[in-house]
């Protein structure tokens, strides 16, 4: 039987482009090579994923009363996520990705709809009764909601994304919070393992800290002062690294909440992302656990193990 969390953040309708590189070359008209139209969005895809994980999943997130909220709504009943955390606004979240071949993305999520909403706390509250982790992305709505998770005891896991300062005012309220902190390596001041040194020190409540380093696969930084290095699989080649955070995130999740293993779970989802991000349009093809299991029986992860607190 899975874990039961709630996830907190953004369903979107996202439109994934073929271009030829970046920078993007002008031109008055350009015919892509490929185009998909699918779900997107933080919360729905890391809520996507944990379901399909076998997770018992509540997902908290906006959905407008228009053309775009009406797609939306019926991708997350599809995926048996449309409860009663998902409240109606009056505009849904859309996305844009750009996608070269190598599989390099660039995104443009339009978040100022759904960020202008007050997300119900009470909804939220509801959610959090017997859950064992909440998932709270840093998108605007959600920052409200952060105290409630905290004083009804929840364990807490964030990804900050693109962050590249400890010292950003943004993103304060969620890392003051987190147990779990996860972060992109592609804006970061300095190396990953000091950078989750600098992040385990600045912040004593965090229990753990990763970053996803891309081609170089994964690490992750214990509060025990154990550094976990996977390098990175990738079983169908790269198309599309669109998905590629939020599939690490929450596969690791998924993996540490059942195993209570963080090496372990480490191990699981850069399979689990690496596998994804070999598909086209990522965002719509899913494993269950068995078949993440077999997958990684399949391709091992070379995990090598070191300290953040301890000089090299």
């Given at each position: ?18 271009v030829?590189?970046?920078?993007v ?12 139209t699918?779900p ?5 895809q890391?809520?996507t994923?944990l379901k ?12 407008g ?10 991708q ?48 939220f ?14 998108t605007?709505?959600?920052?409200a ?26 993103y ?13 390596h592609?804006r970061?001041?300095?190396?990953a ?16 800290a990763a ?63 690496g596998?994804?991000i ?11 656990e068995?078949?993440?299991a ?19």
């Amino acid at each position: 039987m899975g874990s039961r969390i709630v996830v907190a953040g953004v369903a979107s309708l996202a439109v994934h482009l073929a271009v030829d590189g970046f920078p993007v070359r002008y031109a008055p008209v350009s015919t892509p090579a490929w185009l998909d139209t699918g779900p997107g969005g933080a919360g729905a895809q890391i809520a996507t994923i944990l379901k399909g994980l076998g997770d018992e999943v509540d997902l908290c997130t906006v959905v407008g009363a228009d053309a775009a909220g009406a797609i939306v709504r019926e991708q997350l009943r599809a995926a048996e996520l449309d409860g009663p955390g998902v409240v109606e606004g009056p505009a849904s979240s859309q996305t844009v990705v750009l996608v070269a071949p190598d599989g390099q993305r660039m995104v443009y999520p339009h978040l100022a709809v759904v960020n202008a909403v007050r997300y119900p706390e009470s909804r939220f509250v509801q959610a959090l009764s017997g859950a064992d982790l909440a998932i709270l992305t840093n998108t605007d709505f959600v920052r409200a909601l952060l105290p409630a998770a905290v004083l009804r005891g929840v364990p807490i896991a964030v990804d900050v994304n693109v962050i590249a300062d400890i010292n950003e005012v943004y993103y304060a309220p969620w890392l003051d919070v987190a147990d779990i902190i996860f972060s992109s390596h592609e804006r970061l001041p300095c190396p990953a393992p000091e950078w989750i040194a600098r992040v385990l020190t600045r912040y004593p409540g965090a229990a753990m800290a990763a970053v996803g380093c891309g081609a170089r696969g994964s690490i992750l930084g214990l509060r025990d002062g154990r550094l976990v290095t996977a390098a990175a699989v990738a079983p169908l080649g790269v198309r599309n690294t669109s998905s590629a955070g939020d599939s690490l995130f929450a596969a690791f999740l998924h993996s540490w909440m059942a195993s209570g293993n963080p090496v372990e779970a480490l191990g699981d989802a850069v399979v689990f992302a690496g596998w994804r991000i070999g598909h086209r349009q990522p965002t719509s093809v899913l494993l269950n656990e068995s078949e993440l299991a077999q997958l990684r029986s399949r391709h091992p992860v070379r995990i090598s193990l070191g300290w953040w607190d301890q000089p090299s």
